[in-house]
């Protein structure tokens, strides 16, 4: 090699760094499916002193968000259940269980509609919003609950009154937090 060259080696080998990117509107998920069949289709046909060696996959950390997403959601939402159901009763658990994925289908819609992706930050977003959908849930449904109780009204006119109640410190709560 010439003295201005700069020379890379993996373990002490000659190497050629390959960098893989994707256009700002494609998945990476599925970018990372078809580098690696292609990878898989490849490999084989080389001879055996030259290897394909794949390292620091950005793909992988979105995949773990989403799993971690997927995982805290629906631990989130079986101890919502448990919690409320033994403390409260079962029409309140369902309720409150429910709002989880409504408002993430919902929020789906949102980000779909303003051309919005799924990217790192939204993950991270969408991992703090769900404990937050869960609190914010809770109290409105135990105000529900408390005026249903109290004032013998029928439940559509306590949730309204519940919601109404409750608004201000909700949002002051999510937004503090946003």
């Known amino acids: ?23 700002e509107a494609d998945d990476a998920l599925t970018a990372a499916r078809i580098f690696h069949t292609w990878l898989d289709e490849v490999r084989p046909t080389l001879p055996k002193h030259i290897q394909l060696i794949v390292f620091d996959e950005m793909w992988e950390m ?25 403390f409260m009763n079962a029409r ?4 409150v269980a ?6 993430f289908m919902g929020m789906f819609v949102i980000l779909y509609f303003s051309g919005g ?7 991270f977003a969408m991992i703090m919003a769900s404990g937050m959908i869960v609190d914010d849930a809770i109290v409105v449904i ?3 609950h408390r005026i249903f109780d109290n004032g013998k009204v029928p439940i559509v006119k306590a949730a309204k009154a519940a919601a109404g109640e409750v608004f201000m410190p ?3 709560g999510t937004l503090t937090t946003l």
Do not use: C, H
């Open 142 to 144: 135990e105000n529900t």
């Open 170 to 172: 909700v949002l002051s």
């Open 92 to 95: 309140v658990a369902f309720w």
């Open 1 to 23: 090699p010439r003295d201005e060259e700069i020379k890379i080696t993996y373990r002490g080998k000659p190497a050629i760094e390959f960098t893989l990117q994707r256009a």
């Open 98 to 103: 429910w709002g989880i994925p409504t408002s």
């Open 117 to 123: 992706s799924i990217n790192m930050i939204s993950l």
């Open 62 to 86: 979105i995949n773990e968000r989403i799993s971690l997403l997927l995982t805290n959601g629906s631990q989130g939402i079986i101890l919502v259940l448990i919690t409320l159901f033994l």
